[in-house]
Nanobody, 118 residues
């Protein structure tokens, strides 16, 4: 089992920045990849970025150049630094972890609300 707890969401004006944190615990040695997703009202959940264990982060096109994902293994934390925020970035942001062993399994945090005002 893996537990994920997000924090750092809030209200920010367009053009501003926020840093989200995701603290993971439990069977962390089984984690092969972590990711950030978001879900805006009335829309499907979508991938923001993912970071596999090799550290080679992949970003969705809509955040490239604006957001940065990093992982602090000593603190068991993954960060999403969001810059140049736009109103369309408003969503609930979820931390995600994937483990392939012993069976493929996906874990989700409770989500943190990000609201960007125009």
């Amino acid at each position: 089992q893996v537990q994920l707890v997000e924090s750092g969401g809030g209200l920010v004006q367009a053009g501003g920045s926020l840093r989200l944190s995701c603290v993971y615990s439990g069977s962390i040695n089984m984690i092969s990849q972590m990711a950030w997703y978001r879900q805006a009202p009335g829309k499907q959940r979508e991938l923001v970025a993912f970071i596999p264990n090799d550290g080679n982060v992949r970003y969705s096109d809509f955040v490239k150049g604006r957001h940065t994902v990093s992982r602090d293994r000593a603190e068991n934390t993954v960060y999403l630094q969001m810059n140049s925020l736009k109103p369309e970035d408003t969503a609930v942001y979820y931390c995600n972890a994937f483990s392939a062993v012993p069976v493929p399994r996906t874990y989700w945090g409770q989500g943190t609300q990000v609201t960007v005002s125009s």
